[in-house]
């Protein structure tokens, strides 16, 4: 039985929890196509967002500590190639991201559902699918799970190595407290777990907000810094070494970060037009993402040069001006984590609705939020290596989130809908061709780079 409490899983109540249960199909219509007329508008609720609230949501999930990579991974391609591909791949993420919110409308009026997560969108296209694939849609809903795990749960980890990075660096430069990494770690635990018992995003959208401020003026004055001390364009590579692409790709890719928290924001919006619309929601986060990016990692790598560290945060004067920039983006990060934190327990607190006596569904809920963080913190603690931990969760988790499966789950819809063509064959496997191969590389790249680093 759902939890009145808990917002946003009735939308869950006809789904199937293993592969023997049977789901009642109801169509609304007998012919669907992929437009927007797929776009109905929901009705209003408590936790319904505006898409101003969207907007927001979308950019600040997008603007994490990945940002602050990119002028490293400027070092790994290239000044001018790194340019290029960093276009390329956000244009090719936002691509993949309209597949997969077309392919949930199309699955959503197929099965007669309201509200569908990333992980039923991949299940309901397999089953929608050829009959050799059809009967394993529960395997490739746990297969995209999995995955979502692991990224939204890297990236966790990631902001918690960031945030000890920056604090260690801040004490360490500015006051007598010297603690080390790991001891920072632990200290972050408990505004983390405070923040995280906060389980509505409506209630977060104006911290999320405020935090934009912050991360926007923080990002500004790093930018000021940057172009205020450029280095000539012709003393820098522009065009890096092959061998070192996988390790931008995989850092670009993480940098992408907010391809989960795509269909929890849009199944909350009351227009979801609003939200795939050319100005809608989706294109216009990403394209003020992407600029956003392009800047930060082009102008630091000429502004830094071959001296970039992990995160350009570390590479700021001892000014106390410019160290209390470090401060104000662990502030922004705090509010970050609970955002990404928010799609892999909204998994675990469906099924704890679904299986768990009301009586005891806060209790676990509350205990399966806390284990969370502090399992996050945990894997931080093991691997406190930030540009290689970002390489890799880019590489493996981002780019099948973000560009391996989005082609399937098109290619399989577009299978139910009687309208593939060799263009959309030639499409989708440019597509996953280009993915594969990041994947690969990037995911083996960054391991080869961990255990380096530990040997």
């Not at 789901?23 to 927007?36: G, M």
């Not at 490293?72 to 290239?78: D, E, I, P, R, V």
């Not at 806390?370 to 603690?381: H, K, N």
Request: net charge neutral; hydrophobic share 50%.
């Amino acid at each position: 039985m759902a939890n009145p409490a808990r917002d946003g899983y009735q939308e869950f109540d006809n789904e199937p929890e293993a592969p023997g249960d049977t789901e009642v199909q109801t169509p609304r219509r007998n012919t669907v196509s992929e437009d927007t007329s797929l776009f109905q508008d929901r009705l209003p609720t408590e936790n319904s967002l505006t898409p101003e609230q969207a907007f927001i949501h979308m950019v600040k999930a997008m603007l994490g500590t990945g940002l602050l990579s990119l002028p490293l991974a400027f070092k790994h391609s290239g000044l001018f190639l790194g340019l290029i591909l960093t276009v390329l791949i956000c244009l090719i993420c936002l691509y993949c991201m309209r597949q997969v919110v077309f392919a949930a409308h199309f699955v959503c009026n197929r099965n007669g559902r309201d509200l569908i997560d990333y992980a039923n969108i991949m299940r309901g296209a397999v089953e929608m699918g050829p009959p050799w694939i059809k009967r394993n849609g529960y395997f490739f809903k746990q297969l995209v799970n999995v995955n979502m795990f692991i990224s939204q749960l890297g990236f966790c980890c990631v902001y918690f190595v960031f945030m000890a990075d920056n604090l260690e660096d801040f004490f360490n430069n500015n006051t007598s407290i010297h603690l080390s990494k790991a001891v920072w770690m632990l200290l972050l635990l408990i505004p983390m777990l405070s923040i995280c018992s906060i389980r509505r995003l409506s209630i977060l959208a104006p911290f999320a907000m405020a935090a934009n401020v912050v991360y926007v003026v923080a990002v500004a004055v790093v930018l000021f810094f940057f172009l205020s001390d450029l280095r000539p364009i012709s003393s820098l590579p522009w065009f890096g070494k092959a061998t070192d692409l996988p390790l931008f790709f995989g850092t670009v890719m993480f940098a992408f970060e907010g391809v989960a928290v795509i269909m929890p924001i849009e199944n909350r919006m009351q227009s979801p037009h609003a939200f795939i619309s050319w100005n809608g929601v989706l294109n216009s986060s990403c394209l003020v993402v992407l600029a956003i990016f392009s800047v930060t990692g082009f102008y630091g790598y000429l502004s830094l040069g071959n001296d970039v560290k992990d995160t350009a945060t570390l590479n700021l004067p001892m000014t106390p001006f410019y160290q209390t920039i470090k401060l104000m983006f662990v502030a922004c990060i705090m509010i970050s984590y609970p955002l990404q934190f928010y799609v892999p327990m909204e998994r675990i607190e469906k099924w704890i609705t679904r299986k768990i006596p009301v009586d005891k569904q806060t209790l676990y809920i509350y205990i399966a939020r806390y284990s969370g963080v502090i399992l996050t913190c945990a894997i931080a603690e093991l691997i406190p290596h930030l540009a290689l931990f970002i390489s890799l969760i880019g590489a493996f988790s981002g780019a099948s989130m973000a560009l391996l499966f989005p082609p399937c789950i098109e290619l399989l819809t577009s299978y139910a809908k009687n309208e593939l063509s060799t263009g959309l064959w030639i499409k989708n496997i440019v597509l996953l061709t280009f993915a594969f191969i990041g994947f690969t590389t990037g995911t083996y790249s960054a391991l080869i780079e961990i255990a380096k680093t530990f040997a």
